[in-house]
């Protein structure tokens, strides 16, 4: 079946560094990405998300990149601060666009100050 | 702007009862979706509600049911609990659906003893 694949599973990182997550998909008619933070005894947040007609999108520290060659997609947080620390899914779209998202198995980011 | 408002925050229930979550989504949103969140298999997708109508089901056992009223407000019950069954779990609304983006609650975490 379709599945969405995300690595690491945990990244600790110094403040001020950078963070990087990244996710496979299998669905070459995927079209839509979003990415969601979790926090603890929280609900998934989306924090950012990018379709398929766009390769890279910003907002402010985050930024997601897309690469439908390669069916992978990143997330990008620069300039990291203890309040980044969170679990962190990507997801991706199955059944076409009255679909539901798949989610990545989470990215437990820790960010040391 | 109200959020997706799940109750109750926390239930514990025996093995065998049956239970009813509810989801109340964000005003003007259509779609609600139910996600069950554990630490093993992470977030996985239960069903869609559309317009009253359910438009998407995951892999789960008929145990699992949900339903969607003309408010939106959406329950989901499931009967017969097992131990397995303890899980957090999330509801996701939006405006159409997928390419709308989703909001989630803050989820019902359900222990079954």
């Known amino acids: 079946g379709e599945n969405v694949e995300q690595h690491p599973s945990t990244l600790s990182v110094q403040e001020g560094d950078s963070a990087v997550i990244k996710c496979t998909y299998s669905?070459?008619?995927?079209?839509?990405f979003p990415w969601y933070k979790q926090e603890l005894g929280k609900g998934p947040q989306l924090i950012i998300d990018i379709r398929s007609n766009v390769g890279e999108k910003k907002d402010q520290r985050i930024a997601v990149t897309l690469n439908k060659t390669a069916k992978h997609f990143s997330l990008h947080i620069t300039e990291t601060q203890p309040e980044d620390s969170a679990v962190y899914f990507c997801?991706?779209?199955?059944?076409?666009?009255?679909?539901?998202?798949?989610f990545g198995k989470g990215t437990k980011l820790s960010v040391k100050p | 702007k109200a959020g997706v408002t799940q109750t109750p925050r926390y239930l514990i229930k025996t093995r065998g009862q049956q239970v009813t979550l509810s989801c109340s989504p964000i005003s003007g949103h259509r779609s609600v979706s139910w996600y069950q969140q554990t630490p093993g298999q992470g977030l996985q997708f239960l069903f869609e509600?559309?317009?009253?109508?359910?438009?998407n089901k995951g892999n789960f056992p008929g145990r699992f049911s949900g339903r969607q009223f003309s408010n939106s407000r959406s329950e989901m019950n499931v009967s017969t609990l097992e131990l397995g069954d303890s899980a957090l779990y999330l509801c996701?609304?939006?405006?159409?659906?997928?390419?709308?983006?989703?909001?989630f609650g803050s989820g019902t975490r359900l222990t079954v003893v």
């Open positions: 997801a991706g779209p199955y059944g076409g666009s009255q679909g539901n998202l798949i």
């Open positions: 996701a609304s939006s405006l159409a659906g997928l390419n709308y983006g989703y909001t």
């Open positions: 509600y559309f317009s009253e109508t359910q438009r």
């Open positions: 669905d070459s008619a995927s079209n839509y």
